[in-house]
């Protein structure tokens, strides 16, 4: 079994800072690319910010220059660093990977519980 668990969300004021990380647990193989999604009340889910294994990135617009995404892969973690947060920034972040497991040529997505970001004005 496979569990992506997210940690590092909280209340912080506009302007402040948090980091999230993402920690892929279990019997794993490789893990190709991984992503932050975000679902705010009443919202769609999007997806914030992605890397692939290689190092590629892509951000949504939005968070372009106050996000900053990484991954470690010896420990198959990944990592959302958030500054200057603004109140629309507020949602429930969730962890995304693509893992491929022992004894499996497919690769599946998983997803994490997620984690409240809460940004005050």
């Known amino acids: 079994q496979v569990q992506l668990a997210e940690s590092g969300g909280g209340l912080v004021q506009a302007g402040g800072s948090l980091r999230l990380s993402c920690a892929a647990s279990?019997?794993?193989?490789?893990?190709?690319?991984m992503g932050w999604y975000r679902q705010a009340p009443g919202k769609q889910r999007e997806l914030v910010a992605t890397i692939t294994s290689g190092g590629i990135i892509n951000y949504v617009d939005s968070v372009k220059g106050r996000f900053t995404i990484s991954r470690d892969n010896a420990k198959n973690s990944g990592y959302l660093e958030m500054n200057n947060l603004k109140p629309e920034d507020t949602a429930v972040y969730y962890c995304n990977a693509n893992i491929l497991r022992p004894h499996s040529s497919t690769w599946r997505q998983y997803w994490g519980q997620g984690t409240q970001v809460t940004v005050s004005p």
């Open positions: 279990g019997s794993i193989i490789s893990i190709n690319a």
